[in-house]
Protein backbone atom coordinates (compact mmCIF):
# COMPACT_ATOMS: atom_id res chain seq x y z
CA UNK A 1 0.00 0.00 0.00
CA UNK A 2 1.33 3.18 -0.76
CA UNK A 3 1.17 6.00 1.63
CA UNK A 4 -1.67 8.06 0.42
CA UNK A 5 -4.41 4.88 0.98
CA UNK A 6 -2.55 4.12 4.70
CA UNK A 7 -3.80 7.77 5.17
CA UNK A 8 -7.06 7.09 3.75
CA UNK A 9 -7.50 3.96 5.67
CA UNK A 10 -6.71 5.55 8.93
CA UNK A 11 -8.35 8.75 8.16
CA UNK A 12 -12.04 6.10 8.04
CA UNK A 13 -10.64 4.88 10.58
CA UNK A 14 -11.05 8.16 12.99
CA UNK A 15 -14.07 9.19 11.08
CA UNK A 16 -15.60 5.95 12.12
CA UNK A 17 -14.28 6.15 15.83
CA UNK A 18 -16.03 9.67 16.10
CA UNK A 19 -18.93 8.63 14.78
CA UNK A 20 -19.44 5.84 17.78
CA UNK A 21 -18.14 8.42 20.34
CA UNK A 22 -20.75 10.85 19.33
CA UNK A 23 -23.46 8.20 19.44
CA UNK A 24 -23.38 6.86 22.75
CA UNK A 25 -26.26 6.70 25.78
CA UNK A 26 -24.29 9.28 28.18
CA UNK A 27 -24.32 11.68 25.19
CA UNK A 28 -28.20 10.90 24.57
CA UNK A 29 -29.28 11.51 27.70
CA UNK A 30 -27.36 14.59 27.68
CA UNK A 31 -28.67 15.73 24.40
CA UNK A 32 -32.58 14.37 24.91
CA UNK A 33 -33.67 13.62 28.09
CA UNK A 34 -34.77 16.59 30.79
CA UNK A 35 -36.06 16.35 34.34
CA UNK A 36 -37.11 20.04 33.90
CA UNK A 37 -40.87 19.89 33.14
CA UNK A 38 -40.70 22.50 30.59
CA UNK A 39 -37.93 23.03 28.58
CA UNK A 40 -36.93 27.16 27.10
CA UNK A 41 -34.92 26.22 24.17
CA UNK A 42 -33.19 29.30 24.03
CA UNK A 43 -31.66 28.13 26.82
CA UNK A 44 -31.15 24.45 26.13
CA UNK A 45 -29.71 25.01 23.22
CA UNK A 46 -26.68 26.09 24.13
CA UNK A 47 -23.06 24.46 24.25
CA UNK A 48 -21.22 22.40 22.01
CA UNK A 49 -23.56 19.59 22.26
CA UNK A 50 -25.85 21.61 20.45
CA UNK A 51 -23.45 22.75 17.40
CA UNK A 52 -22.58 20.67 14.22
CA UNK A 53 -19.26 21.84 12.85
CA UNK A 54 -19.82 24.95 14.55
CA UNK A 55 -22.95 25.61 13.49
CA UNK A 56 -26.24 25.58 15.77
CA UNK A 57 -28.09 22.25 15.11
CA UNK A 58 -31.77 23.46 13.25
CA UNK A 59 -33.91 20.88 15.57
CA UNK A 60 -33.58 18.85 18.70
CA UNK A 61 -36.58 16.94 20.51
CA UNK A 62 -36.32 16.89 24.06
CA UNK A 63 -37.97 13.88 25.84
CA UNK A 64 -39.42 14.47 29.48
CA UNK A 65 -38.76 11.50 31.36
CA UNK A 66 -36.39 9.63 33.88
CA UNK A 67 -32.95 7.99 31.25
CA UNK A 68 -34.51 4.81 33.47
CA UNK A 69 -38.18 4.68 31.61
CA UNK A 70 -36.33 5.50 28.52
CA UNK A 71 -33.62 2.82 28.60
CA UNK A 72 -36.50 0.37 29.01
CA UNK A 73 -37.28 0.49 25.27
CA UNK A 74 -34.40 -1.09 24.47
CA UNK A 75 -34.43 -3.84 27.14
CA UNK A 76 -33.30 -6.71 26.05
CA UNK A 77 -32.07 -5.43 22.50
CA UNK A 78 -28.67 -5.21 21.54
CA UNK A 79 -28.73 -4.32 18.12
CA UNK A 80 -27.67 -1.61 16.52
CA UNK A 81 -31.60 -1.75 15.72
CA UNK A 82 -34.44 1.23 15.76
CA UNK A 83 -36.99 0.59 18.39
CA UNK A 84 -40.27 2.70 18.93
CA UNK A 85 -41.22 3.42 22.32
CA UNK A 86 -44.20 1.58 23.54
CA UNK A 87 -45.24 4.08 25.71
CA UNK A 88 -45.83 7.51 24.89
CA UNK A 89 -43.93 10.62 26.38
CA UNK A 90 -44.30 14.48 26.34
CA UNK A 91 -41.44 15.73 23.74
CA UNK A 92 -40.44 19.62 22.85
CA UNK A 93 -39.21 20.19 19.82
CA UNK A 94 -36.81 22.67 19.81
CA UNK A 95 -36.56 24.29 16.24
CA UNK A 96 -33.87 26.93 14.80
CA UNK A 97 -35.22 30.26 13.74
CA UNK A 98 -32.14 31.82 12.45
CA UNK A 99 -28.76 30.72 11.53
CA UNK A 100 -27.24 33.67 12.92
CA UNK A 101 -25.15 32.71 16.05
CA UNK A 102 -24.34 30.55 18.20
CA UNK A 103 -26.08 30.81 19.97
CA UNK A 104 -29.22 30.90 17.89
CA UNK A 105 -32.83 31.62 18.58
CA UNK A 106 -35.36 28.49 18.92
CA UNK A 107 -39.08 28.25 18.88
CA UNK A 108 -40.76 25.23 20.96
CA UNK A 109 -43.24 22.47 19.76
CA UNK A 110 -44.61 20.38 22.13
CA UNK A 111 -46.87 16.87 21.58
CA UNK A 112 -47.23 13.62 23.42
CA UNK A 113 -45.91 10.60 21.52
CA UNK A 114 -44.18 7.92 20.92
CA UNK A 115 -40.31 7.60 19.82
CA UNK A 116 -38.05 5.67 17.59
CA UNK A 117 -34.57 5.33 18.90
CA UNK A 118 -31.58 3.18 17.95
CA UNK A 119 -30.79 0.58 20.32
CA UNK A 120 -27.29 -0.67 20.74
CA UNK A 121 -26.48 -3.08 23.56
CA UNK A 122 -29.50 -2.36 25.59
CA UNK A 123 -29.11 1.50 25.25
CA UNK A 124 -30.49 4.21 22.74
CA UNK A 125 -27.69 5.54 21.49
CA UNK A 126 -29.30 7.72 18.59
CA UNK A 127 -32.79 9.35 18.46
CA UNK A 128 -33.77 8.67 14.89
CA UNK A 129 -37.87 10.46 14.79
CA UNK A 130 -40.66 11.07 16.56
CA UNK A 131 -43.43 8.64 16.12
CA UNK A 132 -43.28 4.87 15.10
CA UNK A 133 -39.99 3.83 13.62
C1 LIG B 1 -36.02 32.90 21.92
O1 LIG B 1 -35.36 34.00 21.36
C2 LIG B 1 -36.03 34.63 20.28
C3 LIG B 1 -35.13 35.73 19.69
O2 LIG B 1 -34.57 36.49 20.73
C4 LIG B 1 -37.39 35.16 20.73
O3 LIG B 1 -38.09 35.71 19.64
C5 LIG B 1 -38.17 34.01 21.33
O4 LIG B 1 -39.40 34.47 21.84
C6 LIG B 1 -37.39 33.32 22.42
N1 LIG B 1 -38.10 32.14 22.89
C7 LIG B 1 -38.33 31.92 24.17
C8 LIG B 1 -39.06 30.66 24.48
O5 LIG B 1 -37.95 32.66 25.05
Not at 12 to 19: F, N, Q, T
Not at 65 to 73: F, P
Not at 82 to 93: H, Q
Amino acid sequence: MCAKSILLVFGIILGLSHLSLSQDWATFQRKHITDKSNINCNNSMVGNLFLIRGQCKPINTFIYSTAATVQDICRGEQGPKNVASSRSFKLTDCIRTSDRGPPCPYRSDSQDNVICVTCQRTRPVHFVKKGRC
